[in-house]
T-cell receptor
């Protein structure tokens, strides 16, 4: 099956810093989503981005499907950005998602 | 719209007991999914459905059964619970076709003693 690798696995930032999270995948996909899992376990949809670039406030994402990677940018980080960020890619019938193991982000004051 | 809802939110079972988790969506989505998340890991697909009356196996289907009798509901059953099924279970749904973004429910935390 498809492999999804996320880096870095852990990240500690001071409030106000910027960061880039990376997602590499091993095959063609028909869906790519970024999620934020908050400390209460809730999964929040950040971006649906099988290709191209999108921005939403302080967050933006870029997927280069031909080179099989996606990047999530967080600017001016805040403590509420803490949690785990997952990349998930969809393949085949029903676009079944395969998740990466996540990047755990901690933003400190 | 409530989106995707899951019942119950928490449950504790003893080994060998059975239970059913209910997922409901009000977005008229064709596709529905059940995932499990174990500590420190991403989600893994258990079963999915591409429409009312259909089900299919995902990556980790053993020990689970599913049913989709109505388009808006997707049930996940554990016939004889085992400690290895202690996990957080998430349901998701999406449209069919190009706009296939998946939307997730809040999760059900299940502990099997």
């Amino acid at each position: 099956g498809i492999q999804v690798e996320q880096s870095p696995p852990d990240l500690i930032l001071q409030e106000g810093a910027n960061s880039t999270l990376r997602c590499n995948f091993s095959d063609s996909v028909n869906n790519l989503q970024w999620f934020h899992q908050n400390p209460w376990g809730q999964l929040i949809n950040l971006f649906y981005i099988p290709s191209g670039t999108k921005q939403n406030g302080r967050l933006s994402a870029t997927t280069v499907a031909t080179e099989r990677y996606s990047l999530l940018y967080i600017s001016s980080s805040q403590t509420t950005d803490s949690g785990v960020y997952f990349c998930a890619v969809g393949t085949g019938t029903a676009s079944k998602l395969t998740f990466g193991t996540g990047t755990r982000l901690q933003v400190t004051l | 719209n409530a989106g995707v809802t899951q019942t119950p939110k928490f449950r504790v079972l003893k080994t060998g007991q059975s239970m059913t988790l209910l997922c409901a969506q009000d977005m008229n989505h064709e596709y529905m999914y059940w995932y499990r998340q174990d500590p420190g890991m991403g989600l893994r697909l258990i079963h999915y459905s591409v429409g009312e009356g259909t089900t299919a196996k995902g990556e980790v289907p053993d020990g689970y059964n599913v049913s989709r009798l109505k388009k808006q509901n997707f049930l996940l059953g554990l016939e004889s619970a085992a400690p290895s099924q202690t996990s957080v279970y998430f349901c998701a749904s999406s449209y069919r076709g190009i706009l296939n973004e998946q939307f997730f429910g809040p999760g059900t935390r299940l502990t099997v003693l």
